[in-house]
């Protein structure tokens, strides 16, 4: 498997009536030629029960793709609630 660097890019307080939480944006870079992986991290981000102590990933989507110094890059948005 390529390797990816993880970035966070901004994370700010999320709230509703009845939840409290983050909204976070993450940048994602993997190899220029990782398209299918595109693919496959799409699909297991849909299905995935993330474990962070806490924390409840309420909904999690890659939301923008994009070549960018020769790297490919994914924008993941993730809402995440309070536990």
């Not at 498997?1 to 870079?29: D, K, N, Y």
């Not at 409840?56 to 890659?62: F, Q, S, Y």
């Not at 960018?68 to 993941?76: E, F, H, P, S, T």
Request: aromatic share 4%; glycine share 4%.
């Amino acid at each position: 498997m390529p390797t990816a660097i993880v970035a966070i890019l901004h994370e700010r307080p999320w709230h509703s009536l009845t939840f409290c939480g983050a909204q976070i944006c993450l940048s994602v870079m993997l190899p220029e030629n990782a398209e299918q992986l595109r693919s496959t991290i799409a699909r297991q981000l849909e299905d995935h029960e993330f474990s962070l102590p806490g924390q409840l990933v309420a909904d999690i989507a890659i939301t923008e793709t994009a070549i960018l110094d020769g790297k490919y890059r994914l924008i993941v948005d993730a809402l995440l609630l309070d536990d």
